[in-house]
């Protein structure tokens, strides 16, 4: 038998869940794994197979019990199927995942990782996880139930309903969405679709909604769904709105080489002139933008468009206001 076969990411989905349930000790059945699985009984039978005859799990039925079990302790090996390279990469992907462990992708994600290199890794490889780390963000945490009723209004194609609360926290409207795509941005995760209220398509944080609910109304998903095709130039995250606008800002002092050494948007322009450092692009995610001017504070003076240079006179002078109360 050659045990060189690929196996599908799907397929390693199951094998991750399926070893999950037996290891625990809770003797998992065919049909018990196909309803969990929404897979069919021949599936998850030939997953077994697959465990049996290619990962040499030790997998016996019990007749009393009625499901698999392990008859001694194994962890999946998969060295015949991954490169040492291959391996990094999962190690290093785990690490970048940590941006998202308040999410309910992460456990998920984490199990597949693990199936594919815990058991393959060599030493040297296990000192490479400890070698990568991510700093320290905000988290936000997302609610399973939320979670679980987008994904299956998005296995389905139906529209869902939810109650959602702007960001300013003073409004609380009824929405209707034709979910297009889950967006993850930062360890935030945002749902974006066609909003039926306003008639254009929206993006939502998950932490504002409420109430969800799977209507029974269903909809067709253009072909031209993907989120990244909205965002025109700019590499400033997921919030962005319909049109695309020219920004030119410059920066003084130390913030004019932190702004040579990244790839801020895709038509970036950045031109040096006396002791100033001066970049122009265009791009639809106005409030990143803002806040990246703003944090800046007096080394950076926006000049494009009208309304950034407006809202930063404005913080500038409540910001003046306030130091001179202290």
């Known amino acids: 038998m050659n045990t060189q076969t690929k196996i599908t990411y799907r397929m390693l989905e199951r094998i991750s869940y399926i070893h999950r349930k037996i290891k625990s000790g809770c003797y998992p059945n065919t049909k018990q794994l196909a309803f969990d699985l929404e897979s069919g009984i021949a599936t998850i039978s030939r997953d077994l197979d697959y465990m049996r005859d290619r990962m040499y799990a030790p997998i016996e ?3 009393a019990q009625k499901g698999y079990y ?3 302790p194994f962890e999946p090996t998969l060295q015949n199927y991954l490169s040492e390279n291959d391996l990094r990469v999962l190690l290093s ?13 992460y456990e998920d994600a984490c199990s597949v990782l693990d199936l594919l290199s815990s058991s393959a890794m060599n030493g040297k490889n296990a000192e490479l996880l400890n070698r990568i780390t991510v ?5 936000t945490t997302v609610n399973q139930d939320i979670w679980n009723e987008i994904q299956d209004a998005l296995n389905k194609n139906h529209i869902l309903q939810f109650d959602y609360t702007d960001r300013w926290g003073k409004q609380t409207e009824q929405r209707k969405l034709r979910p297009y795509q889950l967006v993850l941005d930062d360890g ?3 749902l974006f679709g066609f909003d039926e209220l ?6 939502f944080s998950l932490v504002r909604m409420r109430n969800t609910v799977v209507t029974d109304e269903t909809f067709e998903l253009p072909d ?3 989120f990244s095709n909205r965002l025109v130039d700019g590499n400033f995250g997921a919030v962005f709105k319909q049109k695309s606008e020219h920004y030119k800002i410059e920066f003084y002092r130390e913030a004019q080489m932190v702004v040579k050494e990244r790839k801020w948007a895709e038509n970036q ?8 450092t001066i970049i122009e692009f265009d791009s639809t995610q106005f409030l990143k933008i803002k806040a990246w001017v703003l944090s800046n504070g007096c080394n950076a003076k926006p000049l494009e468009p009208e309304w950034l240079v407006k809202e930063w006179k404005k913080h500038a002078i409540g910001m003046a206001k306030m130091a001179e109360e202290i």
């Open 224 to 226: 031209d769904f993907e």
């Open 61 to 63: 039925y019990d007749y």
């Open 93 to 105: 992907a785990k690490v970048l995942l940590s941006h998202y462990k308040n999410t309910p992708v």
């Open 70 to 72: 392990y008859t001694e």
């Open 135 to 139: 700093a320290p963000t905000v988290e």
């Open 188 to 190: 935030v995760c945002y």
């Open 269 to 276: 322009i950045i031109k040096e002139e006396d002791s100033k």
């Open 198 to 203: 306003r008639n254009a398509e929206r993006i």
